[in-house]
Every structure is written in structure tokens, then in C-alpha cells.
């Protein structure tokens, strides 16, 4: 979603924001734009498309070393240059660049701002024409940026020039993400410690509701009321390398063979001084406590937590929901006396899950966030985390971060269990390998996707028990890159009036990696070849037939979605591919979505 960086030092501005919106591409955008200052005043430079459409109108021949920049993804008004970030007020003295949603811009705009003839269809300008309004009234910049803060419903994460205040930049954070970084004469701001990980690894983090006057040779944290906040900085533990695509056409493909690796990282990281797979006391004490787990979760992270019921259900004991986030925050069901909410997120900023974290802290219950990026607002606001060890993950379809949210919460379950009867750091390691031979067989998936989806309009997954949920996923990836409508499906379940959609050649896949139900599910499969369907099975060792399109190795049932989903992530990348699709950044998505 929308990203923001800031420059204020010695250095070329337009160049290292450039590159620092460049590296803010994968969490999606549809323009982009910068703003420097320098002694004539604030040039904004801005467009519709791609960071390197933005190059073609940047004028190399201004030079400044204070700027911002923003990606935008359109909430409010369509993708253009109008409505592309940074904004200005009437008289251009104040610029703006702006993450989130302003709830009750409408209401601002008509008690405070009638006669200001508004350029863009934007709620970010409202900030701005209101900053310029109180300053008109008399206040100092600060002020006038703190009072306009205080009137703003929502979400906001902000950069603010001011042709009259040299060489500073105003800053302001809630509920969405944005970091300060620091460097030896110079200082920085990004939604994402990624974009500026080039210049500084040292990195502030902002608290909602502070503002931060950034100058070159100084940071300055307050709260809205003006009191000063002291915080030290920390180093961000990110590699650089870890999040360039090297010699991968893209990132998707590069994340997909990590996988294997994520799996080893990750039983490495949860490895006790025994060498068995546990998590910290404090968080099996409170899951062990808790009547009922609540997992909260959107779109993969969601999938993913389907699985996890299925682990903490069988392998502990303990009963789970699992509920989409965005619905249950306004459709709670009833709570049991002692619930336990697990939040699954990659990112850790979906503004869906935080808003149920928001709420069942409000009402005193404690929660657990699974999550890639500690230190994000989703693992900050609850009272423990655990890490997926997957690195950054970049492309826009989430594959191995999936795949360590399973292997998680396996660990996680196992760990919480009285008893169990196998050993799964063993069938973990197995996992792994089967992962790999489903990786090292990656062509035979592009001839697969070739034959079964370069032309089709539709496409079904389907499965039971376990496969189901990775159905689900697989028509997730597959329609949110390739853009192909698919859907996932219980086996038994197309006869109940799904089937009426099946003609000659639509493409079915099918998973049958469960031993129980491996028979049920090929029955399914006759049911819509009976009608035209053309089928791909993918089978697990041990219950193959001829004419499977693939067999994944045999790994331990339970843990079969680790090999069986990259199956279904192949075959939907090969499809984007075929499609001409842009894999890593598909269109109207963004990475991190940060509004509700
Ligand atoms: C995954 O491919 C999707 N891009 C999307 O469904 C994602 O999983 C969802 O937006 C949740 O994100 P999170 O894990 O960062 O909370």
C-alpha cells in the first residue's frame, strides 16, 4: 500500500528518494511522486504509473537535500496525477506526502475550509489546506500541524515541507507504519526500514499520535500535546541482499525456492538447548491457559490459520475459531470465558487484524502475533510474538510466508501439547525435502500451467480435510496474479451447486495428499470429467494412480500443505507468466494493506 520516504541531509534528495520509493514498490502503488526544497521554494514532481515514469519527469537540474516522497494507492480518487501525493496548499507554502485514511475529512473540509477551492479528490489534502488555514490564523508551523492533527479521524502517516521552515521536516504517525532513520548528518523517514536501508540501519520507532520535527543534524520526538519523548535507536537486523532478486526474474519465483530453507531457518530458531522444536514458557503458558484460541487473520495469512486450527486442534487439544478480520471486529461472535487471540500476519500492519487487536484489547484479552516483521504494529500492540524467520518477502503474492506461518504454528502446537506421537523436527526436515523436489520439478509445472491454464477464463481447486484449505489458497494465488477467476473447493461440496459452472475444458485441480479422504476426492474428480472438466490431480506417495499430473513425496499428513501449496503457487506463476501478467506487482494490490 501507499509508502513514504524522506531526505534531509547533504546528499542529492531527488536521488535517494527515488531509490527509496524504488525499493518501496513491492507493497504496491499506482503513482508516485517526491517534493524537494531547496532555495527557490518546493518543487514537486510527480505521476501517474511506475517510479521510473516518475524518473522521466524528475528535473535533474534542481538540487536539494530535503525532500519527500510517496507511492500511492488509491483510496480516495482515482490513480492520476491530480490525486498523486505530495499535495500543496493554496498557496504552495506547505507540501504533503500521506499514508492512511482521514475518516472525517468531509466534515473538516466543509467547518473548516469552505472557500478553499480543492485541486484533488484527495482526503491528504484536506491536512494540508487545514495546516495552511491555522497558520494563516496565526500559528506557528508546529502548532498549526499539531492542532491539525488533533482534529484528524483515522489513519495517518505523514511528511510535511514548509518553504518557511529551513531544512525541516515534519512528521506524524497513527496507525500507520513509519519509521525515523538516523544517520551522521543527515536523518530520514520511511514506511519501511527496506527503503532506506541503503544510507542508515539505525531506525526510531514512532508511537501513534507523536510528531517529529526531523532536521539534518537532529530529531526531535513530542507528543501531540508538545511534551518531548526520548527513544534510542535500533539496529534494523535486515541484509540488503536479503531483499534484492539477484538473478530471479522475479521475486515471487526467488521467495518460492527459499522455501525449503524457511522451513530448516525456522525449526533452527525454535530449537531448544536439547535440539527439540519448543517456543518460550511465557507464551505456552498463555496459550495453555485459554479455553479457546481466536485466530484472526486476511486473505493467505487467513489460509494459512485454517491450517493451524487443524494443528492445535488435533495435535493439542485445543479448541480453535478462525475468523477473517475484517469481519470480526463488527460481527463478533460470542467469546468463550478465556480466549487466547493468535493474529497471523506477514506483515504485521494489516489494518483489518489491528483493528480486532484493538478491540479485544479494549475489552482486556490478551494476544499472540505470528508475524514476519517483528517490531511491526501487529507484534508492538500484543503481549507476545512469534517470528516466521522467512525474511522480507516481496512480491505481492505471499508464498513463503505461508509456508513459515504452517511451520509455526506446527511448532507452536506441538510444543503446547501434552502428548504427541511423532517427532516433528523429523517430519519437519522431511517436509523440507519434499518442498525441494516439488521445486526442483518446477518445469514440469510450467508445461502443466501451459496445457491447463494459458488460455482458460476459470479455473477450480479442490480438496478435503487438509487439501481443502490449500485449495483455497491455491485459487487466492492464482486469481491475484494471473487474474484467471478461480475458486477453492470442499470435493464434496461442487455437487451442492458449483458444478453448474463446469463446462468442456475448464481446468480442475485437484489435491489428494490425505489418505482418508484420497478416495472421496477422486471421486469428486469423475464427477466433473463426467462433464467436460479437464483435470490435474496432484497426488502425494502412497495413494498415486496413473495419470496424475504430479506426485509430491510422502511427508507426514499433517504437514502435506508445506509441499502440496508450493505446487499450487507454481502452477499459478507460470499462469501470470503465460498471462503477461506483472507476477511480483499485480495490479490494484499492495503488499502491506495498511487501510481498512
Ligand atoms: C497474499 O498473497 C495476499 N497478497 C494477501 O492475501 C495477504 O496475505 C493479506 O493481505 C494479509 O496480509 P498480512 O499477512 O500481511 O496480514
Same mark, same amino acid.
Given at each position: 500500500?501507499?509508502?513514504?520516504?524522506?531526505?534531509?541531509?547533504?546528499?542529492?534528495?531527488?536521488?535517494?528518494?527515488?531509490?527509496?520509493?524504488?525499493?518501496?514498490?513491492?507493497?504496491?502503488?499506482?503513482?508516485?511522486?517526491?517534493?524537494?526544497?531547496?532555495?527557490?521554494?518546493?518543487?514537486?514532481?510527480?505521476?501517474?504509473?511506475?517510479?521510473?515514469?516518475?524518473?522521466?519527469?524528475?528535473?535533474?537540474?534542481?538540487?536539494?537535500?530535503?525532500?519527500?516522497?510517496?507511492?500511492?494507492?488509491?483510496?480516495?480518487?482515482?490513480?492520476?496525477?491530480?490525486?498523486?501525493?505530495?499535495?500543496?496548499?493554496?498557496?504552495?507554502?506547505?507540501?504533503?506526502?500521506?499514508?492512511?485514511?482521514?475518516?472525517?475529512?468531509?466534515?473538516?473540509?466543509?467547518?473548516?475550509?469552505?472557500?478553499?477551492?480543492?485541486?484533488?479528490?484527495?482526503?491528504?489534502?484536506?491536512?494540508?489546506?487545514?495546516?495552511?488555514?491555522?497558520?494563516?490564523?496565526?500559528?506557528?508551523?508546529?502548532?498549526?500541524?499539531?492542532?491539525?492533527?488533533?482534529?484528524?479521524?483515522?489513519?495517518?502517516?505523514?511528511?510535511?515541507?514548509?518553504?518557511?521552515?529551513?531544512?525541516?521536516?515534519?512528521?506524524?504517525?497513527?496507525?500507520?507504519?513509519?519509521?525515523?532513520?538516523?544517520?551522521?548528518?543527515?536523518?530520514?523517514?520511511?514506511?519501511?526500514?527496506?527503503?532506506?536501508?541503503?544510507?542508515?540501519? @539505525?531506525?526510531? $520507532?514512532?508511537? +501513534?499520535?507523536?510528531? %517529529?520535527?526531523? /532536521?539534518?543534524?537532529?530529531?526531535?520526538? &513530542?507528543? #501531540?500535546?508538545?511534551?518531548?519523548?526520548?527513544?534510542?535507536?535500533?539496529?534494523?537486523?535486515?541484509?540488503?541482499?536479503?531483499?534484492?532478486?539477484?538473478?530471479?526474474?522475479?521475486?515471487?519465483?526467488?521467495?518460492?525456492?527459499?522455501?525449503?530453507?524457511?522451513?530448516?531457518?525456522?525449526?533452527?530458531?525454535?530449537?531448544?538447548?536439547?535440539?527439540?522444536?519448543?517456543?518460550?514458557?511465557?507464551?505456552?503458558?498463555?496459550?495453555?491457559?485459554?479455553?479457546?484460541?481466536?485466530?484472526?487473520?486476511?486473505?493467505?495469512?487467513?489460509?494459512?490459520?485454517?491450517?493451524?486450527?487443524?494443528?492445535?486442534?488435533?495435535?493439542?487439544?485445543?479448541?480453535?475459531?478462525?475468523?477473517?478480520?475484517?469481519?470480526?471486529?463488527?460481527?463478533?461472535?460470542?467469546?468463550?470465558?478465556?480466549?487466547?487471540?493468535?493474529?497471523?500476519? @506477514?506483515?504485521? $500492519?494489516?489494518? +483489518?487484524?489491528?483493528? %480486532?487487536?484493538? /478491540?479485544?484489547?479494549?475489552?482486556?484479552? &490478551?494476544? #499472540?502475533?505470528?508475524?514476519?516483521?517483528?517490531?511491526?504494529?501487529?507484534?508492538?500492540?500484543?503481549?507476545?510474538?512469534?517470528?516466521?524467520?522467512?525474511?522480507?518477502?516481496?512480491?505481492?503474492?505471499?508464498?513463503?510466508?505461508?509456508?513459515?506461518?504452517?511451520?509455526?504454528?506446527?511448532?507452536?502446537?506441538?510444543?503446547?501439547?501434552?502428548?504427541?506421537?511423532?517427532?516433528?523436527?523429523?517430519?519437519?526436515?522431511?517436509?523440507?525435502?519434499?518442498?525441494?523436489?516439488?521445486?526442483?520439478?518446477?518445469?514440469?509445472?510450467?508445461?502443466?500451467?501451459?496445457?491447463?491454464?494459458?488460455?482458460?477464463?476459470?479455473?477450480?481447486?479442490?480438496?478435503?480435510?487438509?487439501?481443502?484449505?490449500?485449495?483455497?489458497?491455491?485459487?487466492?494465488?492464482?486469481?491475484?496474479?494471473?487474474?484467471?477467476?478461480?475458486?477453492?473447493?470442499?470435493?464434496? $461440496?461442487?455437487?451442492?451447486?458449483?458444478?453448474?459452472?463446469?463446462?468442456?475444458?475448464?481446468?480442475?485441480?485437484?489435491?489428494?495428499?490425505?489418505?482418508?479422504?484420497?478416495?472421496?476426492?477422486?471421486?469428486?474428480?469423475?464427477?466433473?470429467?463426467?462433464?467436460?472438466?479437464?483435470?490435474?490431480?496432484?497426488?502425494?506417495?502412497?495413494?498415486?494412480?496413473?495419470?496424475?499430473?504430479?506426485?509430491?513425496?510422502?511427508?507426514?499428513?499433517?504437514?502435506?500443505?508445506?509441499?502440496?501449496?508450493?505446487?499450487?503457487?507454481?502452477?499459478?506463476?507460470?499462469?501470470?507468466?503465460?498471462?503477461?501478467?506483472?507476477?511480483?506487482?499485480?495490479?490494484?494490490?499492495?503488499?502491506?494493506?495498511?487501510?481498512?
Amino acid at each position: 500500500m501507499c509508502g513514504i520516504v524522506g531526505y534531509i541531509g547533504q546528499l542529492d534528495a531527488k536521488e535517494v528518494l527515488l531509490k527509496g520509493l524504488e525499493k518501496l514498490e513491492y507493497r504496491g502503488y499506482d503513482s508516485a511522486g517526491i517534493a524537494v526544497r531547496n532555495a527557490d521554494g518546493i518543487h514537486v514532481f510527480k505521476e501517474k504509473g511506475r517510479i521510473a515514469d516518475l524518473r522521466q519527469v524528475v528535473d535533474s537540474s534542481v538540487v536539494a537535500s530535503t525532500g519527500i516522497g510517496h507511492t500511492r494507492w488509491a483510496t480516495h480518487g482515482v490513480p492520476n496525477y491530480v490525486n498523486a501525493h505530495p499535495h500543496q496548499s493554496t498557496s504552495a507554502r506547505f507540501t504533503i506526502v500521506h499514508n492512511g485514511v482521514i475518516e472525517n475529512y468531509h466534515l473538516l473540509q466543509e467547518e473548516y475550509l469552505p472557500h478553499v477551492e480543492m485541486q484533488s479528490d484527495t482526503d491528504t489534502e484536506v491536512i494540508v489546506q487545514l495546516v495552511e488555514h491555522f497558520s494563516n490564523e496565526g500559528m506557528a508551523t508546529e502548532e498549526a500541524f499539531r492542532h491539525t492533527l488533533s482534529l484528524l479521524e483515522g489513519s495517518y502517516a505523514i511528511g510535511l515541507l514548509d518553504t518557511q521552515t529551513d531544512d525541516t521536516i515534519f512528521v506524524a504517525k497513527k496507525n500507520s507504519p513509519l519509521l525515523v532513520g538516523v544517520g551522521a548528518e543527515f536523518n530520514v523517514i520511511a514506511s519501511d526500514a527496506m527503503a532506506m536501508l541503503s544510507v542508515t540501519d @539505525q531506525f526510531i $520507532e514512532l508511537h +501513534d499520535k507523536e510528531i %517529529v520535527i526531523a /532536521k539534518a543534524d537532529s530529531i526531535q520526538i &513530542k507528543k #501531540l500535546d508538545g511534551t518531548k519523548v526520548e527513544r534510542a535507536p535500533y539496529t534494523a537486523e535486515l541484509d540488503l541482499s536479503d531483499i534484492e532478486k539477484g538473478t530471479y526474474p522475479h521475486y515471487m519465483l526467488k521467495e518460492m525456492d527459499e522455501q525449503p530453507a524457511v522451513v530448516r531457518r525456522i525449526t533452527q530458531q525454535y530449537e531448544d538447548a536439547a535440539g527439540n522444536v519448543t517456543i518460550s514458557e511465557d507464551i505456552a503458558t498463555a496459550i495453555k491457559e485459554a479455553d479457546r484460541l481466536y485466530i484472526i487473520a486476511a486473505g493467505t495469512s487467513y489460509h494459512a490459520g485454517l491450517i493451524g486450527k487443524q494443528y492445535f486442534e488435533k495435535i493439542a487439544k485445543i479448541p480453535v475459531e478462525v475468523h477473517i478480520s475484517s469481519e470480526f471486529g463488527y460481527n463478533m461472535p460470542l467469546l468463550s470465558k478465556n480466549p487466547l487471540f493468535v493474529f497471523i500476519s @506477514q506483515s504485521g $500492519e494489516t489494518a +483489518d487484524s489491528r483493528q %480486532v487487536l484493538v /478491540k479485544i484489547k479494549e475489552m482486556g484479552y &490478551k494476544a #499472540l502475533t505470528i508475524t514476519n516483521v517483528p517490531g511491526s504494529t501487529l507484534s508492538r500492540e500484543a503481549n507476545y510474538t512469534l517470528p516466521l524467520y522467512a525474511g522480507p518477502e516481496i512480491a505481492v503474492a505471499s508464498t513463503k510466508a505461508y509456508v513459515a506461518q504452517i511451520t509455526v504454528l506446527a511448532i507452536t502446537a506441538y510444543a503446547v501439547a501434552e502428548a504427541t506421537d511423532f517427532d516433528l523436527k523429523k517430519e519437519l526436515s522431511i517436509a523440507a525435502n519434499a518442498i525441494q523436489t516439488v521445486i526442483d520439478h518446477k518445469e514440469e509445472f510450467q508445461a502443466l500451467t501451459e496445457q491447463f491454464l494459458a488460455t482458460t477464463r476459470n479455473a477450480f481447486f479442490i480438496g478435503r480435510g487438509m487439501d481443502y484449505f490449500v485449495s483455497m489458497e491455491g485459487a487466492l494465488k492464482l486469481k491475484e496474479i494471473s487474474y484467471i477467476q478461480a475458486e477453492g473447493f470442499a470435493g464434496g $461440496e461442487l455437487k451442492h451447486g458449483t458444478i453448474a459452472l463446469i463446462e468442456d475444458g475448464t481446468p480442475v485441480i485437484a489435491l489428494a495428499t490425505q489418505k482418508d479422504v484420497a478416495l472421496n476426492i477422486r471421486g469428486n474428480v469423475k464427477e466433473v470429467v463426467a462433464r467436460g472438466a479437464n483435470p490435474c490431480i496432484i497426488s502425494m506417495e502412497g495413494m498415486e494412480e496413473a495419470g496424475d499430473a504430479f506426485t509430491i513425496p510422502h511427508v507426514y499428513p499433517l504437514l502435506a500443505p508445506l509441499a502440496s501449496v508450493v505446487t499450487v503457487q507454481l502452477i499459478s506463476y507460470y499462469a501470470a507468466l503465460y498471462r503477461g501478467c506483472d507476477v511480483d506487482k499485480p495490479r490494484n494490490l499492495a503488499k502491506s494493506v495498511t487501510v481498512e
